[in-house]
């Protein structure tokens, strides 16, 4: 009984925690600034392109929203993903496909991709 209830729980967890990424995603795909911002560390390192820099939450955003605003988006699919051996940390790599060009999107996270979770993003053409 033990066993199963463990195994259920484990489950349920898994599930949440892919909701969470694609939640994540969607949101990207939506140009959803708010749900993304709940997602972002109170400082983050993001790149777009060659303009790497450290910044709060509000700036990365504002910088997020600018570029999402400029190029529609057609998809948001993630095609590699990987996480430290003791799971502290994972990354998931997408492939962007907007009206205008194609961007590889790379997500860095403490842990699963949740609330307050992203600590790096990097927007690169593809």
Same mark, same amino acid.
């Given at each position: 009984?033990?066993?199963?209830?463990?195994?259920?729980? $484990?489950? &349920?967890?898994?599930?949440?925690? +892919? =909701? %969470?990424?694609?939640?994540?995603?969607?949101?990207?795909?939506? %140009?959803?600034?708010? &749900?993304?911002?709940? /997602?972002? *560390?109170? %400082?983050? #390192?993001?790149?777009?392109?060659?303009? =790497? =820099?450290?910044?709060?939450?509000?700036?990365?955003?504002? !910088?997020?929203?600018?570029?999402? %605003? #400029?190029?529609?988006?057609?998809?948001? #699919?993630?095609?590699?993903? +990987?996480?430290? !051996?003791? @799971?502290?940390?994972? /990354?998931?790599?997408?492939?962007?496909?907007?009206?205008? #060009?194609?961007?590889?999107?790379? &997500?860095?996270? $403490? +842990? *699963?991709? +949740?609330?307050? $979770?992203?600590? *790096?993003?990097?927007?690169? @053409?593809?």
């Amino acid at each position: 009984m033990k066993q199963l209830l463990l195994i259920l729980l $484990s489950t &349920v967890t898994f599930q949440l925690s +892919g =909701q %969470n990424a694609n939640n994540f995603f969607n949101a990207l795909k939506n %140009n959803d600034t708010e &749900v993304l911002e709940t /997602y972002l *560390e109170d %400082n983050i #390192d993001f790149c777009l392109f060659e303009d =790497q =820099q450290i910044l709060g939450k509000k700036s990365a955003m504002n !910088k997020l929203n600018k570029f999402l %605003n #400029d190029h529609k988006i057609i998809s948001v #699919d993630v095609i590699h993903k +990987g996480s430290s !051996k003791d @799971k502290s940390s994972q /990354y998931k790599v997408a492939k962007m496909t907007t009206s205008k #060009d194609t961007f590889r999107v790379f &997500v860095f996270t $403490s +842990g *699963e991709i +949740g609330l307050k $979770s992203v600590k *790096e993003i990097r927007i690169d @053409k593809f």
